[in-house]
């Protein structure tokens, strides 16, 4: 079980706006990053740290922290960000764990 | 770019010993870390551990009985090997590179290669 709560599911309607939430008291040690993953692909990265983006990732995705929450948010959703979203942190341990992950479903 | 590929078998059987090698091209091996993540088919995923170019390892306390990560930066590979296998190691798994920022209190991993099932079974 993942030391990293996220929501199983979230839905969103096309062209707005969406969080997706990732919760544990790692978090307020350490930043988390954040995957996405579409079926019968290997996870990308999306962003890490204060919000830093990987380059060819859009300005749609953004990232936030406080406290032991962090998230993403994407803004102006498109059909295509339908997919399953990780976060990932380093735990009280020194070791990394991901969250349950969240199936985001665009209408 | 950096690239990463999984290679191995596809079919193990139980309590035989489970082992992967992930090739990176596009880049040299030594520096970073270099990990592996499963994921049971329609499940979350599983950080296994890493291994930076110097050879230092760090498991998942679930797993670090059974695992063992290896380099070879000659050959800019590292692998993976897990003991006494069930039918819950059925997983795809996944080769990535880790990068880790201590003093930024931050981690990731990126790239990650496209991954490789593999299923426990007789």
């Known amino acids: 079980s993942s030391e990293l709560t996220q929501d199983s599911a979230v839905s969103v309607a096309l062209g707005q706006t969406v969080r997706i939430t990732c919760q544990g008291d790692?978090?307020?040690?350490?930043?988390a990053s954040w995957y996405q993953q579409k079926p019968g692909q290997a996870p990308i990265l999306l962003f890490y740290g204060k919000n830093i983006r990987p380059s060819g990732i859009p300005d749609r995705f953004s990232g936030s922290s406080s406290g032991k929450t962090a998230s993403l948010t994407i803004t102006g959703a498109l059909a295509e960000d339908e997919a399953d979203y990780f976060c990932n942190s380093r735990d009280t341990s020194a070791t990394w764990v991901f969250g349950g992950g969240t199936k985001l479903t665009v209408l | 770019q950096v690239q990463l590929q999984e290679s191995g078998p596809g079919l193990v059987k139980p309590s035989e010993t489970l082992s992967l090698t992930c090739t990176v091209s596009g880049g040299s091996i030594s520096s970073d870390y270099w990990s592996w993540i499963r994921q049971p088919p329609g499940k979350e995923l599983e950080w296994i551990g890493y291994?930076?170019?110097?050879?230092?390892?760090n498991y998942n306390p679930s797993l670090k009985s059974r695992v063992t990560i290896s380099i070879d930066t000659s050959k800019n590979q590292f692998s993976l090997t897990l003991d006494s296998v069930t039918a819950a190691d059925t997983a795809f798994y996944y080769c990535?590179?880790?990068?880790?920022?201590?003093?930024?209190?931050?981690?990731?991993?990126?790239?990650w290669g496209q991954g490789t099932l593999v299923t426990v079974s007789s």
């Open positions: 291994i930076s170019d110097s050879g230092s390892t």
């Open positions: 990535a590179r880790m990068i880790i920022n201590v003093a930024a209190k931050m981690g990731w991993f990126d790239p």
């Open positions: 790692s978090l307020r040690r350490y930043f």
